[in-house]
């Protein structure tokens, strides 16, 4: 069995188990909120029929678990069996395919911490760079089986690079990237700028500071395998994605490492900077709904939110905000106040679902998913260091507008246009 032809197989068997596991799963959280329910229900009418209400309680009690704890066995066994026999259609892992990838980005993106601890083939290879789908190799020594060479797919770079940064529970596919002929905004800077576009796939239930931190390592290896000296470096991040790129630049700039000296500019869009409130409605809704026996089933499962997703509270960007503390502990988020990179220019885009910013309806809810301040960097008691020059507002758009539009792709192609001098990154 060829080594694509096994990852192909370890992926879709972990797809089917989980796909059960949480069918299982669920069932567990349904039996919880009946027996809270019909708990409560028995202390009320033990109070107008006494002792005698025991032994039908327990009689209820005993096949009310043993239903739910069979059909929770049957459905993990299922999983088990069906992970044998499940395939996946043509001869490429999922991953390695738009649908595919997009099922498992979604995955990743809500409990892909979990999968990495468990050794997951899902969450196998959490920060790569991917063109079409495939593994490209950056390290040193032969290219393993099933991954496409630096040197191959680079070869004819010139020194200018974009490097592009997904969001929370998305891929490289994201883009729409498609090829030569696609309309996304690597292949149109490459047209427009003749820039190199580098995209990035990273499993976005992590930290985002451990993914920040593989990112710097990968564009260090990336910078090595070029084919020409690195002059000029750009990083595009689409919500989550501009926060990783800020941390990985402010790791990297902290190790002495060589690419940043390179970056010219970073374009962040609909960044959650100061934090998105939907994550901050859901650790305050879980806590609640914890409290109440009928409720905290629900609690539970919005607790099995990734770290990725707990870190979007406050925008946090390094290990400090998150180490040695209580996820769910109630109170402000912590969220250290990291610089932009020195020496490079900072751009942003925010987007209100109304067209004029300042409408009501659209301070209230930005994007959608992030408000217009937080994307900008600028808060009652933290500002990030952008300009209100140095950014553009999308209205009329939601938060996903911004990764496939003209007006923010020609704003984009604008700054990147203007003229600047950095150091470089020597290649090898």
Do not use: C, K
């Not at 739910?68 to 043509?90: C, E, F, H, L, N």
């Not at 499993?203 to 000029?232: C, F, K, M, Y």
């Amino acid at each position: 069995m060829s080594v694509v032809e096994d990852r192909r197989r370890g992926e879709v068997r972990a797809l089917a188990e989980l796909g059960l596991n949480e069918v299982a799963g669920a069932v567990g959280g349904i039996h919880g909120v009946h027996r809270a329910i019909s708990d409560r229900v028995f202390r009320y009418v033990r109070f107008g029929v006494g002792p005698a209400v025991a032994p039908v309680r327990a009689l209820h009690d005993g096949i009310t678990d043993g239903v739910y704890s069979t059909i929770g066995t049957v459905a993990r066994t299922v999983g088990r069996v069906a992970a044998v026999g499940a395939d996946w259609p043509g001869e490429r892992p999922p991953s390695e395919t738009a649908r595919g990838a997009a099922l498992i980005g979604a995955v990743l993106g809500l409990i892909g911490d979990d999968l990495e601890a468990e050794g997951s083939p899902l969450a196998a290879d959490p920060v790569t760079v991917r063109v079409d789908g495939a593994i490209v190799h950056l390290g040193e020594g032969p290219v393993p089986p099933g991954r496409i060479a630096a040197e191959e797919v680079f070869d004819g770079a010139g020194g200018r690079v974009v490097v592009l940064l997904h969001g929370l529970t998305e891929t490289e596919y994201a883009w729409g990237v498609g090829g030569a002929d696609a309309d996304d905004y690597g292949v149109r800077l490459a047209v427009d700028l003749g820039a190199t576009p580098v995209y990035l796939r990273y499993n976005t239930g992590r930290h985002i500071s451990d993914n920040g931190r593989d990112v710097a390592d990968l564009l260090e290896q990336l910078a090595r395998s070029w084919p020409v000296p690195i002059t000029d470096l750009t990083l595009i991040g689409h919500s989550m994605g501009g926060l990783v790129a800020r941390s990985a630049a402010h790791q990297a700039s902290g190790l002495g490492m060589d690419w940043p000296s390179a970056v010219s500019a970073t374009v962040s869009l609909g960044t959650p900077h100061l934090g998105a409130p939907l994550e901050s409605a859901a650790h305050y809704g879980s806590a609640a709904l914890t409290a109440v026996p009928e409720t905290a089933p629900f609690g539970r499962l919005l607790r099995r939110r990734s770290a990725g997703i707990r870190d979007l509270r406050g925008g946090s960007v390094v290990d400090e905000d998150w180490r040695d503390r209580d996820a769910d502990a109630l109170g402000r988020a912590v969220a250290a106040e990291v610089p932009l990179l020195d020496g490079a220019a900072h751009y942003f885009v925010a987007a209100t679902v109304t067209r004029d910013a300042r409408h009501p309806v659209g301070r209230l809810l930005g994007d959608g998913l992030v408000l217009p301040p937080s994307a900008a960097g600028v808060g009652r008691a933290r500002r990030i260091g952008f300009t209100a020059a140095d950014g553009m507002h999308l209205g009329a758009a939601h938060h996903f507008t911004m990764l496939r539009s003209d007006a923010v792709y020609e704003q984009v192609r604008d700054w990147l246009d203007q003229p600047r001098e950095r150091a470089g990154v020597t290649g090898a």
